[in-house]
């Protein structure tokens, strides 16, 4: 276990917010940035982004699998961000923990195939689950990599970096200057603890922000924002209501409903932000 501060603001200071899995979860009483104190260390948080088993008082396992309604709510988010940017020959994305490809297919269909997309996993039934599918998929240490790309994308990793300042800051040079920086995370941090959304899957996520907190470090690490758009955390199509509604029947499953009951107090939980490199 490793004793952190804030990655953001650097403060030692800190206010118990929620424990599970034998985690804490912080508030840090200068920014408000929520964070995982101690964590495991950076060894053991490698291994189980590989293998996508997280230990604690219970280990679980967050593989999961393909889903086609994320490839779809992807399509039409591209679609409202990008237009017909995605259309020009020759231009590259790379889709940094890319998962079993639902961004990558979704853009091979917004950019005509004209798009060269390539996904880094390091979750090996992940890589697996996407190559299956024709994708250009694999793992590899992105410190050791010099390609440059004009699109970067992270969906749903930023919780999961141990800090993600210095993130940041190494995968700038993978992005050509003008480059797009696509993030996908939650703005959640300024939820208070009953509200927020359970369960908070500790270890695994390491720790959650804020909108500021998120633009506070894109510009630091030399982004400029060019757009932010936030969306309902759940879909509430009839697919997601009724795979919901089953789970309060399904032994060891834990039911979403009650955030879909409550949509206009999580309607823009889901906060995706396009930056672009200076």
Same mark, same amino acid.
């Given at each position: 276990?490793?004793?952190?501060?804030?990655?953001?603001?650097?403060?030692?200071?800190?206010?118990?917010?929620?424990?599970?899995?034998?985690?804490?979860?912080?508030?840090?009483?200068?920014?408000?940035?929520?964070?995982?104190?101690?964590?495991?260390?950076?060894?053991?948080?490698?291994?189980? @982004?590989?293998?996508?088993?997280?230990?604690?008082?219970?280990?679980?396992?967050?593989?999961?699998?393909?889903?086609?309604?994320?490839?779809?709510?992807?399509?039409?988010?591209?679609?409202?961000?990008?237009?017909?940017?995605?259309?020009?020959?020759?231009?590259?994305?790379?889709?940094? $923990?890319?998962?079993?490809?639902?961004?990558?297919?979704?853009?091979?269909?917004?950019?005509? $195939?004209? !798009?060269?997309?390539?996904?880094?996993?390091?979750?090996?039934?992940?890589?697996?689950?996407?190559?299956?599918? $024709?994708?250009?998929?694999?793992?590899?240490?992105?410190?050791?990599?010099?390609?440059?790309?004009?699109?970067?994308?992270?969906?749903?990793?930023?919780?999961? !970096?141990?800090?993600?300042?210095?993130?940041?800051?190494?995968?700038?040079?993978?992005?050509?200057?003008?480059?797009?920086?696509?993030?996908?995370?939650?703005?959640?941090?300024?939820?208070?603890?009953?509200?927020?959304?359970?369960?908070?899957?500790?270890?695994? @996520?390491?720790?959650?922000?804020?909108?500021?907190?998120?633009?506070?470090?894109?510009?630091?690490? $030399?982004?400029?924002?060019?757009?932010?758009?936030?969306?309902?955390?759940?879909?509430?199509? !009839?697919?997601?209501?009724?795979?919901?509604?089953?789970? !309060?029947?399904?032994? @060891?499953?834990?039911?979403?409903?009650?955030?879909?009951?409550?949509?206009?107090?999580?309607?823009?939980?889901?906060?995706?932000?396009?930056?672009?490199?200076?």
């Amino acid at each position: 276990m490793k004793i952190v501060a804030c990655y953001n603001c650097k403060s030692d200071k800190s206010t118990f917010f929620a424990s599970e899995n034998g985690y804490t979860l912080v508030k840090c009483n200068t920014c408000g940035l929520l964070y995982v104190n101690p964590r495991p260390n950076d060894e053991e948080i490698k291994q189980a @982004h590989k293998t996508g088993r997280h230990r604690g008082e219970t280990t679980f396992k967050v593989t999961g699998h393909y889903s086609p309604q994320r490839a779809s709510k992807l399509l039409k988010i591209l679609t409202q961000f990008f237009e017909k940017e995605l259309q020009a020959d020759y231009q590259s994305w790379l889709d940094i $923990g890319c998962g079993h490809g639902e961004l990558l297919f979704a853009l091979s269909k917004v950019s005509n $195939g004209k !798009l060269i997309v390539k996904g880094l996993e390091p979750n090996i039934d992940k890589q697996k689950s996407a190559r299956q599918k $024709g994708l250009d998929v694999s793992d590899f240490d992105l410190n050791q990599h010099v390609d440059e790309y004009d699109f970067i994308s992270l969906l749903n990793v930023y919780s999961h !970096l141990p800090d993600p300042v210095e993130f940041f800051e190494s995968i700038k040079k993978n992005l050509k200057t003008g480059g797009k920086l696509f993030i996908e995370t939650g703005d959640t941090a300024n939820f208070a603890p009953g509200i927020h959304f359970r369960p908070l899957y500790l270890p695994d @996520h390491l720790s959650f922000g804020t909108e500021k907190i998120v633009v506070d470090i894109l510009k630091r690490s $030399g982004f400029e924002i060019v757009e932010i758009r936030k969306y309902p955390m759940l879909s509430s199509d !009839l697919y997601t209501i009724a795979k919901e509604i089953i789970k !309060l029947f399904w032994p @060891h499953k834990r039911s979403s409903i009650r955030y879909l009951l409550n949509q206009q107090l999580y309607a823009e939980a889901d906060m995706f932000i396009l930056a672009q490199r200076l």
